[in-house]
């Protein structure tokens, strides 16, 4: 069949993109699939996409001026929370694509793409609709165009039973056949979490909806019994200084961490043994199936409407109390206490999630289409006669030549994977036009771009790899990674995913020298990359403390044994201030902790913004140790590991702020900044 799906921007973010993705992958095995995506905006779309997959653009923003996108749409509702991008070049655009590219399947992806698809769609060819949200959330404006329009469609689909029924409850349409199919998430390119995992992962829109302001408070409690746990959330939206300051004001900055976006998010599942969600309202649960199948039990509300369609209560993960933060931490306090459920909630977290796997959901679809008549264009011919074989060329080959067209080269990307000694294994992607060769490491920038070799050999997997091991010397520098095959041209390797959840709790041993870290990356235009860094001594930050007018940092030395001089605190341009020397001791395991006053910083203001650098004296040392932070798998702190501030107001510039961070090369910091 030829197989259409409309959508709005596949070129973006977002959940819908990343299921009809999946979908349309799935569905390429079979048929000839297509994806209209009404406006694009960038050269290619964010997430990967199959080769087979046909994608078409009405609308390319950058080309179009908006003055020629101004008048309003006449076909796509006016209440449609999409309204104002859409006007009669897009009712236009949309008609004549579907009137002189007649697919047998059209299935739009959100109400107004569900309204052009039924008004659209010629009769010759099959509308389906789809709600990736619910009913409810729908404003009641909008649902008098979806009764009218929906009339017109072949079926409707949502993601969940409870929607589905919804709909037949409260816009009971005749003749409208409405039928529930999940969301699919492809099996991970990654291996399952480890249940020893001491950190819960949450991702998701930091909106009002998902409630992350209860899991914060909630977590406040599971720290309280078990301060060696940690939290991350991944994503990003409106509610992020909301919960910023949640998090300061719970004194949890040194546990609890905002990471931003993340793509492939399985990569960072699988640094966790506990997923949360914590919504008041999910129309299916893309991130509880992600979690899962990567072996991760998930901690979710009993939310309207998917979670209790998804979680198996008790047996792959927990259903909680919607906005009860004791239900909330109940449930994750039940997994972090009892190690052998929690792995086994996992292993079957992992085993269960595998019927939303692609394969499967798109054999319920081509059973729909089928249920529903669709017709197959690209069904063979009814087999001719002896003679008019002989009088035609068979239409097999004639097909053949009217569609070929020269194949892509096939893309030299790969994976990184981290052990939790350090090292690290390269791996270029099964598709990657390599068969024996070596990796290379070519540092960039200066004159002198040193390139170390590095041999792919045949590993367990019964592909090549090549091994970082900790003992490569890679000095202080970003080195970009290359595949330099045997046969054919080098190129530089692309990243499909790094795996680094081995570097999250590694340090190295600390009586080696030199020290040693590094953390591979994915630079802006899609590369691999690696961050390294190297001294004979280094002395690594760990937890920063805030209270009572202090901030108290913890460091941990690395290389040495040698006696301690002391701290000290230098300013970075000012060489007429003093050099101050915090007061600091060393605990029984040896960590040293250093205290600094505020107040001393505030006092000394001189400046607009004045940058204070922390470093140890070492004794036999020339120069201070600068404190860092190296290891981990976060490579710019500034922006994850976000301190409070203390306020002062009668600093010799005013009203200003005294607060430690991280510098833009990991350094650890304290800055003084004027405020109005």
């Given amino acids: 069949m030829r197989i259409s799906f409309l959508i709005h921007n596949v070129y973006g973010l977002g959940g819908t993109n990343r299921t009809t993705i999946n979908l349309a992958e799935a569905l390429a095995e079979r048929h000839e699939v297509e994806i209209v995506s009404v406006f694009q905006s960038k050269d290619a779309p964010l997430f990967a996409m199959d080769p087979r997959i046909k994608l078409t653009s009405l609308i390319d923003t950058r080309e179009v001026p908006e003055k020629d996108r101004a008048v309003p749409a006449e076909v796509f509702p006016a209440a449609e929370a999409r309204y104002h991008q859409y006007s009669t070049m897009t009712d236009e655009r949309a008609a004549a694509h579907f009137r002189e590219n007649a697919p047998d399947v059209l299935i739009g992806t959100r109400p107004g793409l569900n309204v052009y698809a039924a008004r659209f769609a010629t009769e010759r060819t099959l509308s389906i609709g789809q709600e990736h949200i619910t009913l409810a959330s729908h404003p009641e404006a909008l649902l008098p165009d979806l009764k009218e329009n929906y009339a017109r469609l072949n079926a409707f689909v949502t993601v969940s039973k409870a929607d589905a029924e919804n709909y037949r409850r409260d816009m009971a349409i005749p003749g409208l056949p409405i039928h529930s199919i999940p969301n699919s998430v492809p099996a991970p390119a990654v291996s399952p979490a480890d249940p020893a995992a001491k950190t819960i992962v949450a991702a998701g829109r930091l909106a009002v909806i998902k409630r992350y302001d209860l899991l914060v408070q909630a977590f406040a409690k599971v720290a309280a019994k078990h301060p060696d746990w940690q939290l991350r959330i991944y994503g990003d939206g409106s509610q992020h200084g909301k919960l910023r300051a949640l998090i300061n004001e719970l004194g949890l900055y040194n546990k609890v961490h905002l990471m931003g976006l993340a793509s492939p998010i399985e990569a960072e599942w699988v640094k966790g043994s506990i997923a949360a969600v914590t919504s008041d309202s999910e129309s299916f649960g893309m991130t509880i199936v992600e979690a899962m199948r990567c072996g991760v039990p998930v901690v979710s509300t009993d939310c309207p409407l998917g979670p209790r369609e998804i979680i198996r209560d008790g047996e792959d993960g927990l259903l909680v109390t919607p906005g009860d933060v004791n239900s909330i931490a109940d449930g994750l306090l039940r997994l972090i206490d009892d190690d052998g459920a929690r792995a086994a909630m996992g292993a079957a977290a992992l085993r269960n999630a595998a019927r939303f796997d692609p394969a499967a959901i798109a054999v319920r679809y081509e059973k729909l289409f089928r249920e529903l008549g669709a017709h197959d264009s690209t069904a063979a011919p009814a087999r001719p006669s002896r003679w008019s074989r002989l009088l035609r060329p068979r239409a097999k080959q004639a ?24 090292s690290l294994r390269v791996v270029p992607a099964a598709t990657a036009p390599v068969d024996q060769g070596e990796l290379l490491l070519i540092r960039r920038g200066g004159e002198n771009r040193t390139t170390l070799r590095v041999p792919l050999v045949p590993d367990d997997r019964g592909g090549l790899s090549a091994a970082i091991e900790p003992t490569l010397a890679l000095g202080n520098a970003v080195w970009d990674l290359w595949i330099d095959p045997a046969r054919g041209p080098r190129k530089r390797l692309r990243s499909d995913l790094l795996d680094l959840r081995g570097l999250v709790a590694f340090q190295p041993d600390p009586r080696l020298s030199p020290v040693r870290s590094w953390l591979p990356y994915t630079t802006v235009d899609g590369f691999v990359a690696l961050t390294a860094r190297e001294a004979e001594v280094h002395a690594e930050a760990q937890d920063v403390d805030i209270d009572d007018g202090e901030i108290r940092v913890a460091v941990r030395l690395f290389g040495t044994d040698a006696d301690i001089e002391g701290f000290e605190l230098r300013h970075r341009g000012d060489t007429d201030l003093p050099v101050l020397e915090p007061t600091w001791h060393r605990d029984e395991d040896g960590l040293l902790h250093a205290t600094v006053t505020c107040a001393t910083i505030a006092r000394l203001h001189r ?20 404190v860092a932070g190296w290891f981990g798998d976060v490579r710019e702190r500034k922006n994850v590991y976000v301190y409070p501030v203390t306020v002062f107001d009668d600093t010799p510039r005013g009203r200003a702020r005294v607060r430690p961070y991280y510098a833009v090369d990991n350094g650890l910091s304290v800055n003084a900044v004027d405020l109005k």
Avoid: F, I, N, Y
């Fill in 607 to 626: 400046e607009q913004q004045d940058l204070w650098d922390l470093s140890v004296r070492v004794s036999g040392r020339a120069e201070p140790v600068r």
């Fill in 399 to 422: 097909d053949a030549a009217r569609t070929a067209a020269p194949k892509a080269a096939p893309r030299m990307s790969g994976s990184v994977h981290a052990a939790s000694d350090g």
